[in-house]
Nanobody, 124 residues
């Protein structure tokens, strides 16, 4: 049974930082591209960042480029999202997702497995 478990969310002031983690089990992690998405209240789920399984190539949404960094540790079957210079517009539930294959996809439909999400709230 595949499980993706996010952690690291919380309440932070604008300008602060958070590091999200997503621990995967039940799959061969190094064969999966990994992504982060987020969903704010009343809005659709949107792409944030993705990382391939092969050469660690990355892809970011324009709204987070230069502030967020995705990384992975295949030995720990974990993907991370370092979020710096947070703004209230970053407030959302953040989800990690796994896609069997190269990865680097921005569409929700490309991903095979999803975590339950972790809340990130940025106050002014």
């Amino acid at each position: 049974q595949v499980q993706l478990v996010e952690s690291g969310g919380g309440l932070v002031q604008a300008g602060g930082s958070l590091r999200l983690s997503c621990a995967a089990s039940g799959l061969t992690f190094r064969q999966y591209g990994m992504g982060w998405f987020r969903q704010a209240p009343g809005k659709e789920r949107e792409f944030v960042a993705a990382m391939s399984w092969s050469d660690s190539s990355t892809l970011y949404a324009d709204s987070v480029k230069g502030r967020f960094t995705i990384s992975r540790n295949n030995a720990k079957s974990t993907v991370y999202l370092q979020m710096n210079n947070l703004t209230p517009e970053d407030t959302a539930v953040y989800y990690c997702a796994a896609e069997y294959g190269l990865g680097l996809h921005i569409r929700i439909s490309e991903y095979d497995y999803w975590g339950q999400g972790t809340q990130v709230t940025v106050s002014t």
